[in-house]
Nanobody
Framework: QVQLVESGGGLVQAGGSLRLSCAAS????????IGWFRQAPGNEREFVAA????????TYSDSVKGRFAISRSDAENTVYLQMYRLEPEDAAVYFC??????????????????WGQGTQVTVSS
């Protein structure tokens, strides 16, 4: 099975940028659909972005479309989430997840099998 470790979170001012990393070990990350989710205090876990195992399909939630970009480095066995023009509403713990489904990546957390421990993103206004 694959193990996932997120990093890159931190404190940023509104309008700033961050790049989150999701480093995989144990298995090749390109064997999985990869999703990014976030959870703010008192809220349910929310879909942010996903990348298909082929690397050809990217999906985003409406709230981040045009501001966030998901990508993958096969050489580094890592998936990235580049976040631009951050807003206070983007503050949350961000999780990456790997799904073994044979289909396209999904926004449903239940369809992902392996999860990282999360990284905190704080956005000051």
């Amino acid at each position: 099975q694959v193990q996932l470790v997120e990093s890159g979170g931190g404190l940023v001012q509104a309008g700033g940028s961050l790049r989150l990393s999701c480093a995989a070990s144990g298995r090749t990350v390109s064997n999985y659909n990869i999703g990014w989710f976030r959870q703010a205090p008192g809220n349910e876990r929310e879909f942010v972005a996903a990348l298909s195992r082929s690397g050809a399909v990217r999906t985003y939630s409406d709230s981040v479309k045009g501001r966030f970009a998901i990508s993958r480095s096969d050489a580094e066995n890592t998936v990235y989430l580049q976040m631009y023009r951050l807003e206070p509403e983007d503050a949350a713990v961000y999780f990456c997840a790997a799904g073994s489904d044979v289909g396209l990546p999904t926004q449903y957390a239940s369809r992902y099998d392996y999860w990282g421990q999360g990284t905190q993103v704080t956005v000051s206004s």
